[in-house]
């Protein structure tokens, strides 16, 4: 599925602490989360803030072509890869958001930070993220991991 218009990727800011808060504890999130806790709003704050100054870290915004926000990837480094995670705002699940976001996201990566190995964790119970993560080249791994490699680009001469 398409989303009905571009998506635009921007990092993410102090002023998106409030809205992924909330996308965080919406019972669909939290049910399709491996941390399916309610987080209370000081917990949060706290690891917005050192999360927004962290270099293995990157959570980046997507919007809509209105700048209205429709999820977030994040992309944390773990041993020689990232590990991968979205949310998409309750309103905006089943138009297609997902996969631009998270197409979008593994470009930038790779761009930005020369990444191309990603791992992402997902429930067995979770299809959703399966046939997403599936539909961008992710393969089934070990138990909840699901991983994707992609070639490294050869710098122009």
Do not use: Y
């Amino acid at each position: 599925m398409s989303t009905p218009h571009p998506i635009h990727l921007r990092c993410a800011g102090h002023e998106d602490a409030r809205a992924v808060f909330d996308w965080r504890n919406d019972p669909v999130t939290r049910a399709a989360s491996l941390e399916g806790d309610i987080i209370s709003w000081p917990v949060h704050e706290l690891w917005w803030k050192a999360s927004l100054g962290r270099a293995d870290r990157v959570l980046i915004i997507g919007e809509d072509a209105w700048e209205r926000p429709v999820g977030l990837v994040r992309f944390d480094a773990r041993d020689g890869r990232w590990l991968v995670g979205i949310q998409v705002a309750p309103e905006r699940r089943g138009q297609g958001w997902g996969r631009a976001l998270l197409e979008g996201g593994l470009a930038r990566m790779e761009g930005k930070q020369g990444a191309h190995r990603f791992t992402a964790q997902i429930k067995e119970d979770n299809e959703a993220s399966q046939r997403l993560f599936a539909g961008c080249g992710f393969q089934p791994c070990v138990g909840l991991e699901w991983t994707l490699v992609r070639p490294r680009r050869r710098a122009a001469a």
